[in-house]
């Protein structure tokens, strides 16, 4: 996830200044060192998060010029490139995690639809004020006692894991707060951006259980936010 986050925002310094040689080869090496770091995650959610915003980062900056449409060319070179040199030879692992097939994806799979089930039964025991801020996972272990330690995590959903620890009024004040995000984030063509944590956040819990990540994620609303003029 933040490998993708790292290319958007490659991405975005690029094609907004004007670069001389030096910086089109600073910011090609770190889209090539991003890119890479992505595929070889093999994190579905990544990637796709990355498909998605991608073309829409292009088709923004394609019409403001000539120099933007070659550096485009040149970026989706360098990644079409890197892609073949990295999925070819590695097919194989690539069509598992997408065909879903293999037994530990099944048991991934299977994981993450009990997480779900237990949100259910965790917001269901407190479902206006939570059970505060961290105590998910003790709540479960009260909920459901005596099982092996692997079996209490936080659900991998961002919305669940925030109903189920402030409750429906912490929830509804953070869909608020990320609603006043998307509309900055239109104005100043920061949406890809915003898109992307909001597809990370509706298959794990990375932004709001890892503190570097609560950090990462501030750090994007202030730059949202910050930024008034069109880019």
Same mark, same amino acid.
């Given at each position: ?96 995690r997408v065909k879903t097939e293999n037994r530990l ?18 917001? =269901? *025991?407190?479902?206006?004020? +939570? ?6 996972? %003790?709540?479960?272990?009260? $909920? @459901? ?17 925030v109903w189920a620890e402030l409750g429906i009024i ?12 998307? =509309? *900055?984030?239109?104005?100043? +063509? ?6 992307? %944590?909001?597809?990370?956040? $509706? @298959? ?15 750090l994007i609303t202030g730059l949202i936010i910050g ?5």
């Open positions: 996830g933040v490998m993708v986050l790292g290319i958007i925002l490659v991405l975005y310094s690029s094609l907004k200044d004007k670069l001389d040689i030096r910086g089109r080869i600073f910011y090609l090496v770190s889209l090539a060192i991003f890119y890479l770091a992505l595929l070889v995650s093999f994190s579905r959610t990544a990637i796709l998060a990355l498909l998605i915003s991608l073309p829409f980062i292009f088709i923004n900056f394609w019409r403001r010029g000539r120099t933007q449409k070659k550096l485009i060319i040149l970026f989706s070179i360098l990644i079409i490139g890197i892609s073949a040199a990295v999925i070819i030879p590695n097919c194989d692992l690539f069509f598992t994806e099944q048991k991934s799979i299977s994981e993450r639809e009990l997480y779900l089930e237990q949100a259910k039964e965790v917001i =269901k *025991a407190k479902p206006f004020l +939570g059970t505060g801020i961290g105590n998910y996972v %003790l709540e479960l272990s009260e $909920l @459901f006692p005596g099982q092996p330690s692997w079996y209490y995590q936080p659900v991998h959903n961002y919305w669940l894991l912490g929830l509804l004040s953070l869909i608020g707060f990320w609603l006043y995000l998307f =509309k *900055a984030s239109f104005k100043n +063509g920061f949406w890809p951006l915003i898109m992307a %944590l909001f597809i990370f956040s $509706l @298959f794990d819990h990375w932004l709001w259980t890892q503190p570097l990540e609560l950090l990462i994620f501030f930024i008034k003029k069109q880019v």
